[in-house]
T-cell receptor, first 113, second 112 residues
Framework: NAGVTQTPKFQVLKTGQSMTLQCAQD?????MYWYRQDPGMGLRLIYY???????DKGEVPNGYNVSRLNKREFSLRLESAAPSQTSVYFC????????????FGQGTRLTVV | QKEVEQDPGPLSVPEGAIVSLNCTYS??????FMWYRQYSRKGPELLMY????GNKEDGRFTAQVDKSSKYISLFIRDSQPSDSATYLC????????????FGKGTMLLVSP
């Protein structure tokens, strides 16, 4: 049982480059989330999708876009990467928007130079 | 004042000790409370989930919620080196309509 799968696991970008982080879950969950985790800042919500076809901004959405491709997949795009976006990105999913019993992927370590 | 406060640690204890991890919060609307464990370079994994006030026990782990004091705790009995990780508390107002708010995490180190 894979749970939540994120790709890639590691990435180095140059300032101004774009990239898409992929996330897929196989638990038939309705809600999916993107977080970033920085030292001393904890987990901060970037965007979430309460259900297929809907997306909403979280605490730190600037510089990011998301797409809920279908019930399984939720992608995060950086259009023009900046060094401030160097972070560890986690995708999560849950049965409901409240995120109770949310399940996390293993993370993507992104460095922007 | 931050919505959820958690001492970052590190908290160092010897193997076999009883560990107490805590979070305080300011928003009385929070009703659902969770503890996640995060090993280094891994994603958070759900340990315990409780609703409203009271205690919940699962093996060596006990979660306690005191809504009157806006205070939640996670107790680990007979701590093991494998318990060494960062523990994150999380909470939400309503299971269906609001997102999780996380504490910043407490690093726990259990020495053999």
């Amino acid at each position: 049982n894979a749970g939540v799968t994120q790709t890639p696991k590691f990435q180095v970008l140059k300032t101004g480059q774009s990239m898409t982080l992929q996330c897929a879950q196989d638990m038939n969950h309705n809600s999916m989330y993107w977080y970033r985790q920085d030292p001393g800042m904890g987990l901060r919500l970037i965007y979430y999708s309460a259900s297929e076809g809907t997306t909403d901004k979280g605490e730190v959405p600037n510089g990011y876009n998301v797409s809920r491709l279908n019930k399984r997949e939720f992608s995060l795009r950086l259009e023009s990467a900046a060094p401030s976006q160097t972070s560890v990105y986690f995708c999560a999913s849950s049965t409901s928007t409240g995120g109770t019993e949310a399940f996390f992927g293993q993370g993507t370590r992104l460095t922007v130079v | 004042q931050k919505e959820v406060e958690q001492d970052p640690g590190p908290l160092s204890v010897p193997e076999g000790a009883i560990v107490s991890l805590n979070c305080t919060y300011s928003n009385s609307a929070f009703q659902y409370f969770m503890w996640y464990r995060q090993y280094s370079r891994k994603g958070p994994e759900l340990l315990m989930y409780t609703y409203s006030s009271g205690n919940k026990e699962d093996g060596r782990f006990t979660a306690q919620v005191d809504k009157s004091s806006k205070y939640i705790s996670l107790f680990i009995r007979d701590s093991q080196p494998s318990d060494s990780a960062t523990y994150l508390c999380a909470m939400t107002k309503n299971s269906g309509y609001s997102t999780l708010t996380f504490g910043k995490g407490t690093m726990l180190l259990v020495s053999p």
